[in-house]
């Protein structure tokens, strides 16, 4: 099965190798390998079935379309600074509806990848607490629309938070815990049931991130 997958000879229907030794062949984390699948699921080009593995989809005109993005992506000069572009417009907007809907079971899972932001000192740990963290907050929109294109943006969060986090770790050792700061108060907004609140601290948080990014590129 290796060896298929090293030749490209897989076909739709067929049963990937497991997650562990895929990673070791591709020289990738567990961890992003995972993100990378869930992203693939999202457009419809794996799925993944309990206790039996994940399996390769016929590729269709729909995945194709929700690929375009992610292409450009990678080509852009600037993916960094695309994506936060998106982010900025689609996570305010979710923050907003976090805190009129959340429930307390959707709070208890913020708390849970806020607790690792605060006390981790793996990076990647706070890496996927991270994503995590944004992942919950368009769950507590209850917008299936909304969570299906959050997961998309998870997938290519990965590349880019991992840029953040290693980059700005090693220049800024306050980054993380100003990071984490701002979390726990966006949380605090949506646990308040604050709509304006709650949209006013993810654009701090974004703003915060993104200054940083523009003049990195300055």
Same mark, same amino acid.
């Given at each position: 099965?290796?060896?298929?997958?090293?030749?490209?000879?897989?076909?739709?229907?067929?049963?990937?190798?497991?997650?562990?030794?895929?990673?070791?062949?591709?020289? @990738?984390?567990?961890?992003? $390998? &995972?993100?990378?699948? +869930?992203?693939?699921?999202?457009?419809?080009?794996?799925?993944?079935?309990?206790? /039996?593995? #994940? !399996?390769? +989809? =016929?590729?269709?005109?729909?995945?194709?379309?929700?690929?375009?993005?992610?292409?450009?992506?990678?080509?852009?000069?600037?993916?960094? &600074?695309?994506?936060?572009?998106?982010?900025?417009?689609?996570?305010?907007? %979710? *923050? +907003?509806? %976090?805190?009129?809907?959340? #429930?307390?079971?959707?709070?208890?899972?913020? =708390?849970?990848? $806020?607790?690792?932001? &605060?006390?981790?000192?793996?990076?990647?740990?706070?890496?996927? *607490?991270?994503?995590? !963290?944004?992942?919950?907050?368009?769950?507590?929109?209850?917008?299936?629309?909304?969570?299906? @294109?959050? /997961? @998309?943006?998870?997938?290519?969060?990965?590349?880019? @938070?991992?840029? !953040?986090?290693?980059?700005?770790? =090693?220049?800024?050792p306050n980054y993380n815990a100003i990071a984490s700061l701002q979390h726990d108060e966006i949380y605090? *907004?949506?646990?308040?049931?604050?709509?304006?609140? %709650?949209?006013?601290?993810?654009?701090i948080h974004f703003e915060y991130s993104y200054i940083k990014l523009l003049k990195e590129n300055d």
């Amino acid at each position: 099965m290796s060896d298929l997958m090293i030749e490209g000879r897989l076909k739709p229907g067929d049963r990937m190798i497991p997650e562990r030794e895929l990673a070791q062949i591709l020289n @990738v984390s567990r961890s992003s $390998l &995972r993100e990378a699948f +869930k992203v693939l699921e999202v457009i419809d080009l794996l799925e993944m079935k309990p206790r /039996e593995g #994940t !399996f390769l +989809k =016929e590729p269709s005109i729909s995945s194709m379309m929700k690929l375009l993005p992610m292409m450009l992506l990678v080509k852009n000069n600037e993916p960094h &600074r695309e994506l936060y572009e998106i982010r900025i417009c689609f996570e305010t907007f %979710a *923050a +907003k509806l %976090a805190a009129e809907r959340r #429930t307390e079971a959707q709070l208890k899972q913020m =708390e849970k990848h $806020l607790e690792v932001l &605060r006390t981790s000192h793996n990076v990647e740990e706070l890496i996927q *607490a991270d994503i995590n !963290f944004h992942r919950s907050i368009t769950e507590a929109t209850g917008n299936s629309l909304m969570i299906a @294109v959050m /997961e @998309v943006i998870a997938g290519l969060m990965q590349y880019s @938070v991992e840029y !953040f986090k290693t980059t700005h770790l =090693e220049r800024d050792p306050n980054y993380n815990a100003i990071a984490s700061l701002q979390h726990d108060e966006i949380y605090q *907004a949506i646990k308040a049931k604050d709509v304006k609140l %709650a949209e006013d601290k993810m654009i701090i948080h974004f703003e915060y991130s993104y200054i940083k990014l523009l003049k990195e590129n300055d």
